[in-house]
């Protein structure tokens, strides 16, 4: 269920501090993966993402949004119960629940 709803919802915001004004994560149907574009607020937002986590040679593919957190916590250096906050706060329910290990 949590897959077909991130599925569904494709992109969201990624409301982490510092990098809230352009980040983004979610579904990329192309690469049937989980992926994360991160701008920091002082970054020229139609720039290429400061980090783009998307499967390559650095990011394995994921469909796992626990993985995708650890991911964005090596690249960003915040701890990870921040960096799940910042994923919670515009996820759909079951995501969100996974993220912060907690009924919604």
Known sequence: MMLDELKARGQMPLMLPGWEWFSVWGWDPAEGA???????????????????????????????????????????????????KAMARCAPPSVKEALLGTAV
Do not use: C, G, M
């Not at 937002?45 to 949004?65: E, F, H, L, N, Y």
């Open 34 to 84: 989980l992926f994360a574009k991160l701008w920091r607020n002082n970054d020229v937002s139609r720039s290429k993402p400061r980090v783009w986590i998307a499967p390559d040679q650095w990011w394995p593919a994921t469909t796992s949004v626990d993985q995708l957190v650890h991911y964005i916590v090596t690249a960003t250096s915040h701890p990870e119960w921040l960096i799940r």
